[in-house]
């Protein structure tokens, strides 16, 4: 039987393979992020309907059920993705930063 | 010796010609970087002609602004500069008894140490002497005010006390740098005029300093 979850998960998760294949085409994602991102959204999809696949992770894990796994490993992959965005941003800001100086100190030379 | 002044200005509509006004009558140069207004703050300036007048094409934060103004007056061959704030509350007066001061005891940074008087709002006395006293216990460099934008430097120094702050953490930055390499820091009483209680260092702000502070001292 599937689970109202499971379907929240699938149309979650083809959603976003949409979005990561929109990015490509539109050239915002290059080929390492598309396939990295549709990477992800594929696991998803496998363990929305096939909760099973994950069991094999429970038992040497110590976690008792799928969904405190998804929980986990949710959390743990969100901060990694705000760790690597955080360090992007700030090499961003930095390089702006230049460009700023840069531009407004043009007319003094 | 040229001196060269260094006013940082985001909206300041109200005040700026004012300020560049006052500070043409002491230094050489007046060099005004208007960090992304959204006013006619760089528009007010150009009508007062000051010697350079810089804009940022976006606001970038103080300490970014210092640093153009900086590097535009290390382009220019000045040997000292000066850095007050554009809403009025630094007299540029105190610019001729400042540098004396300063050639006379041959420093390498002088700080315009605010009086904590009834004109300054309560949030700025309790953060400040937080932040003095923060920083004196990491740092070693005892100041009565470490967030004064009022100082004087020579340019000379400016690679080793170069920051990374664009925000408010930039003064008490640019003085853990200089403790750090150990130059000859001096301090002055200033009278201060505050003009709109909105505008300046928030609490948060206030907060931030101090954590950076945490963050200079353990890695560096």
Known sequence: MVLGIQIIGFVFAVAMIYFTYLYFRRRQFDMKDFIIWLIVWILLVIAVLIPSTVNIFLESLGIVSAIQLFAITGVLFLLAVVFFLHKSVRTQQKKLNKIVKAIALEKVK | MKVAAIIPAYNEEEH???????????????????????????????????????????????????????????????????????????????????????????????????????????????????????????????????????????????????????????????LANAGKHKLKIGELPIKTVYHDKAKGTTVIDGVVIVLNMLRWRLTR
Do not use: C
Not at chain 2, 125 to 150: E, H, R
Not at chain 2, 155 to 164: A, D, R, V
């Open chain 2, 16 to 174: 700026i010609a004012r300020v560049i006004q006052d500070t043409k009558k002491y230094v050489d140069k007046v060099i005004v970087v208007d960090d992304g207004s959204t006013d006619k703050t760089y528009q007010e300036a150009e009508k007062v002609k000051p010697d350079i007048l810089l804009k940022h094409p976006i606001n970038s934060g103080k300490g970014l602004a210092l640093k153009t103004g900086i590097e535009a007056a290390l382009i220019k061959n000045m040997d000292i500069i000066i850095t007050l704030d554009s809403d009025g509350q630094h007299n540029p007066a105190d610019i001729p008894r400042f540098l004396e001061y300063f050639k006379k005891n041959k420093l390498d940074l002088l700080i315009g140490a605010r009086k904590l008087n009834k004109n300054m709002p309560i949030v700025f006395k309790i953060g400040n002497y937080i932040i003095q006293k923060t920083f004196k216990i990491l740092f070693g460099v005892d100041v009565k005010d470490t967030q004064s934008g009022f100082r004087i430097l020579k340019t000379k120094i400016y690679k080793k006390i170069i920051w990374n702050s664009t925000g408010y953490s930039v003064e008490a930055e640019m």
